[in-house]
Nanobody, 122 residues
Framework: VQLQASGGGLVQAGGSLRLSCAAS????????MGWFRQAPGKEREFVAA????????YYADSVKGRFTISRDNAKNTVYLQMNSLKPEDTAVYYC????????????????WGQGTQVTVSS
């Protein structure tokens, strides 16, 4: 599976960005998909995840109410809509394919995209 994340950039605090993660090589239809982020000097942290059907979504407390994860299985793509961005959201954002059952544990994810940089200025 190859994952291609895009949509990152520089935005002012309070602004919005929409990240996309397009997969090739395998259908994502039956997999939980997740977004993680990693800021300089910090460990990779869970941001959001979505069940294979899209019915169930999960969020880190720090982004709940501001970020929305969604997926389009027909397009083999997962999205992360980020609103009301804060400087502390600055990080490289990664999408990943879950091969286990624990949606917030990065060790449960088998495939990772290359990451897309999000920078939020104050």
């Amino acid at each position: 599976v190859q994952l291609q994340a895009s949509g990152g950039g520089l935005v002012q605090a309070g602004g919005s960005l929409r990240l996309s993660c397009a997969a090739s090589g395998r259908t994502l239809r039956r997999y939980i998909m997740g977004w993680f982020r990693q800021a300089p000097g910090k460990e990779r942290e869970f941001v959001a995840a979505i069940s294979w059907s899209g019915v169930s979504t999960y969020y880190a407390d720090s982004v709940k109410g501001r970020f929305t994860i969604s997926r389009d299985n027909a397009k083999n793509t997962v999205y992360l809509q980020m609103n009301s961005l804060k400087p502390e959201d600055t990080a490289v954002y990664y999408c990943a394919v879950n091969s286990g059952s624990h949606y917030s544990d990065p060790n449960e994810y088998a495939y990772w995209g290359q990451g897309t940089q999000v920078t939020v200025s104050s």
